[in-house]
């Protein structure tokens, strides 16, 4: 294993910090690659060069100092990983004060090697994964889907069976979670992996892992087929899930769910519908936090319009309305609460003569009566997706 400099000298700075004693960290070939005394890195300690060849521990006293040069009382114990050395661990100091403080520092540098070790295998594992996932989305021929299967099956996956997409947005979780100092991003995304994959329902099988700053991507496997019965299963799975992450973490989950798709070349379709779903969530923000493709099948196609038909039909209503923020405001709410006049004057904390003067104004200024009228009722939905489509792109 080959020591990494920058690891070394964050471990010799804390244990200079916490124990007031200069260290030297040493390669396998005695070269000082961190220390206390910056000017002695990148040196050659012979002491060091000697304990590798003997394969033990050399401490320097007055007895003998006088027998290397440039060397400085103290100990000198080899450090191991995998039963094999990896490098020196070099303590300034007369031997018989500082045994105890040595042992202890070999054994400190031992254990945050291995978790050092073990973190970037960790992440190693994550690149491969995120990679791979990149690859499952992007298939396009006959030779992409052989390639990804092959890859898949080195990852220990079996992509023949059946997978729908799952998307987790954590961004509020994280936005609550960050401010804990003793928080940090790969922590939480790290802890909510393991979360996810602690449920009971979870498999060897699924593929989940994290794919941007604030969403997870989980390709779950389901026994079923047919989109009423996926949903039944993925219920169970994603309301553990959130129970779980819940338990450990404050904030609101936003979670996008596609639907089963036969052909492996197709799954990149469920991610697709499950990341509109998440957009569609933001959206609707706080009404709630699950959400089925299947369920809006309406406004998911409503998004495969090109926008360029949306522009060309709709544009001369949003600038009717696009200065009036309590027009767009209770349109929204309307079509939230199925055009349900009380239930929209609650949930804007107005008074429901107030909604009803703001819809008035709405029927005037687009010639339609959404109350009472089907058509123009789809008409205020087209308008308001199109309204929320423009700000979206603004945004990007």
């Not at 799954?267 to 957009?279: C, D, G, P, Q, T």
Request: glycine content about 4%; charged content about 25%; aromatic content about 12%.
């Amino acid at each position: 294993m080959i020591l990494n400099s920058e690891w070394a000298q964050r471990v010799v700075d804390s244990i200079v910090f916490n124990l007031g004693y200069n260290v030297n960290i040493m390669n396998d070939k005695g070269i000082i690659v961190a220390s206390g005394c910056q000017e002695r890195i990148g040196t050659f300690h012979t002491v060091a060069a000697e304990v590798i060849k003997e394969q033990k521990r050399i401490d320097i006293n007055v007895s003998n100092v006088y027998l290397y040069d440039g060397v400085k009382e103290g100990v000198n114990m080899p450090f191991y990983y995998n039963e094999a050395i990896v490098g020196v661990v070099g303590i300034t100091g007369v031997p018989d004060e500082i045994e105890k403080a040595a042992t202890m520092v070999k054994m400190v540098v031992e254990l945050m090697m291995e978790q050092e070790y073990l973190k970037e295998r960790m992440y190693s594992h994550q690149s491969q994964k995120n990679f791979f996932i990149n690859k499952l989305l992007s298939i396009e021929t006959k030779e992409d889907e052989w390639a990804v299967m092959s890859w898949g099956h080195q990852l220990g996956y079996d992509l023949k069976k059946p997978r729908v997409a799952c998307l987790f947005s954590i961004q509020y979780i994280l936005q609550k979670s960050l401010s804990h100092p003793l928080y940090t991003l790969e922590l939480v995304k790290s802890e909510m992996l393991e979360l996810i994959k602690s449920s009971p329902y979870h498999t060897k099988e699924d593929i989940s892992s994290y794919i941007d700053v604030d969403q997870i991507v989980i390709f779950k496997t389901t026994q079923e087929t047919n989109d009423t019965n996926i949903k039944e299963k993925l219920q169970e799975y994603i309301y553990s899930i959130r129970t779980a992450i819940k338990q450990d973490f404050a904030g609101e989950l936003i979670i996008g769910v596609g639907t089963y798709y036969e052909s492996l070349k197709d799954l990149k379709e469920s991610f697709l519908e499950a990341k509109f779903m998440i957009e569609y969530g933001e959206m609707m923000k706080g009404q709630k936090e699950i959400f089925f493709v299947q369920d809006y099948i309406g406004e998911y196609l409503l998004s495969q319009i090109p926008i360029f038909h949306f522009s060309h039909h709709l544009e001369g209503y949003i600038r009717q309305i696009e200065n009036k923020p309590e027009l767009i405001e209770t349109m929204e709410s309307l079509i939230k609460n199925n055009m349900n006049i009380l239930c929209t004057a609650q949930d804007l904390f107005i008074h429901r003569n107030t909604v009803l003067f703001r819809l008035n104004k709405i029927k005037e200024l687009f010639n339609i009566d959404p109350l009472y009228q089907d058509s123009d009722r789809m008409l205020l939905r087209l308008i308001y997706f199109y309204w929320k489509q423009k700000q979206k792109n603004e945004n990007l």
